[in-house]
Each structure stands twice: as C-alpha cells, then as structure tokens.
C-alpha cells in the first residue's frame, strides 16, 4: 500500500483536492475530523481534556471546540500539549484505518499538520496544495465568516508555503488559475511510474 500524504495551510484548498482523489477510488483519511470525533469518543482524551481546560469543555454532549480553541490561540505550549494528546491516538486509528483499506493500492492521508507533528515521515509521497496568500483568506472569510485579522493570525501560526514546499515530492497550485485536477493526475502516473505496485494502474 501507498501512503500519499496531504497537506497545505488554512484556505490552501486540500478538501477540494482530497475530493478529487475520492473521486479516483483512493480511499481518503481526514485527520482533522478524526481527530475531532475522537477528543469525544475515546474517553482517555477526553478526561485530560476535562482537566486541563475545565468542566465547559463539554457540555451537553458536545465538545466545546471554541472554547478550546480560544485556549490555545497564542498559547503554543498549549497547543503543543494538545496536539502531543491527541496525535498518538490519531496514528492508532490511522493504521486501523489502513487496514480497512487493505485492499486499496493507494490510500491518501488528509492533515492540516501532517509536517508538524512528523506524520509525514511515514507517508511514501509528500502533496503540498499551495494558493496566494489573499486568495486564502478570502476563501476562508467566506468559508468561516471570519475577519480578515482573525484569519491572518491563525495563518501566521502555520508553516509557510516555504517551508513545507521544502518537503513536499509534489506541490498542487490551486491559485484559481491552473486547473488542479490535471496536476492530480499527473502526480498520480507519476507515482504508478516510480511504485513496483502494478497494481496501481487499476486505479482510474
């Protein structure tokens, strides 16, 4: 099995592209969601959850996600702690998930901190989606209705396109100009081309 890797910053446009591999039969793993869902579901986390940030975390049955997230904002220990909790039990579900998905040549891996929290080291490929940095805060305004301030202080906490360009096998430009999907099926003949999996050309 290959593991392609999927990052990109905030507005980047990763979802559109993890779309578009669905749409190629490549199973998709989101580990963002999959980390939301289980800060709810595995109860180890959760507790840790209770006691760092207090009883309002949850309530009603709901994680209290901006009560967190204003927690956090500015606070890069307390992000760094919070990342450290859940990131294992992301990888544990990961490869679960793979092998689910066994029977998939390629398998892709969506995450918003995939270079981050070094999940990309495990990745065969590296995808980097990339976008001008006015052409993502407005996707993300429109997206989240949030200020423009408000998005470009979540934007500078990230990597840069610099930086995680420097890892990346492959880097998507979704500008609104060049066509993504054809820079996806580039990248996915090239993968056949340099992979021994056969296998791999009954992937649409």
């Known amino acids: 099995m290959i593991v392609i890797g999927l990052t990109g910053g905030i507005g980047s446009g990763k979802s559109f592209v993890a779309d578009y591999f669905i749409k190629k039969n490549i199973p998709v793993y ?31 049955k709901q994680l209290n996600r901006p009560h967190i997230a204003h927690q956090v904002f500015n606070n890069p220990p307390l992000l760094k702690w919070l990342n450290e909790l859940v990131h294992p039990r992301v990888q544990t579900d990961f490869k679960d998930w793979c092998q689910a998905n066994s029977h998939s040549p390629i398998v892709l891996k969506e995450a918003a901190i995939l270079i981050e929290s070094d999940a990309y080291k495990a990745c065969h490929f590296l995808v980097v989606v990339t976008a ?61 081309a340099k992979t021994k999996y056969t296998n791999i050309n009954k992937i649409n």
Do not use: C, H
Not at 34 to 43: F, H, I, W
């Open 30 to 60: 989101n580990s963002d969601i999959r980390a939301k869902e289980l800060m709810v579901s595995d109860s180890a986390i959760l507790k840790k959850l209770i006691q760092k940030f207090g009883p309002e975390v949850y309530t009603n």
């Open 132 to 192: 001008p940095t006015e052409k993502r805060i407005e996707r993300v305004m429109a997206r989240d209705n949030m200020s423009y301030q408000e998005v470009s202080a979540r934007m500078k906490n990230q990597l840069s396109d610099e930086e995680r360009i420097k890892l990346a096998d492959f880097v998507i430009q979704n500008d609104g100009l060049a066509e993504v999907e054809p820079q996806i099926d580039q990248l996915l003949q090239t993968i056949k």
